[in-house]
């Protein structure tokens, strides 16, 4: 059982940044691929941003140029920076991970952008 911790969300006005924290409860290392989600009111969770173990990175379009994932392997945390946010990015946002073959979850931290 891997235990994920979302932090980091709040409300921003658009054109602010945040950064979401995802805190791993166990070697992140061992993890493949890691990454974000969202899921907006009324619509389905959609992909945000991924990161393979060996570092490769991939994002949805909706994002790339604006959001960044990165990993603090010492720390045990996946951490997605947004910039340049758009009230249409507003959404719960979920850490998840492969590990073994099981995808795990976190229980979400809220994101708005005011317009």
């Known amino acids: 059982q891997v235990q994920l911790e979302e932090s980091g969300g709040g409300l921003v006005q658009a054109g602010g940044s945040l950064r979401l924290s995802c805190a791993a409860a166990?070697?992140?290392?061992?993890?493949?691929?890691m990454g974000w989600y969202r899921q907006a009111p009324g619509k389905q969770r959609e992909f945000i941003a991924g990161m393979s173990r060996s570092g490769g990175t991939d994002y949805a379009d909706s994002v790339k140029g604006r959001f960044t994932i990165s990993r603090d392997s010492a720390k045990n945390t996946v951490y997605l920076q947004m910039n340049n946010m758009k009230p249409e990015d507003t959404a719960v946002y979920y850490c998840?991970?492969?590990?073994?073959?099981?995808?795990?979850w976190g229980k979400g931290t809220l994101v708005t952008v005011s317009s």
């Open positions: 166990g070697s992140i290392s061992s993890f493949n691929p």
């Open positions: 998840y991970v492969v590990a073994a073959g099981t995808n795990y």
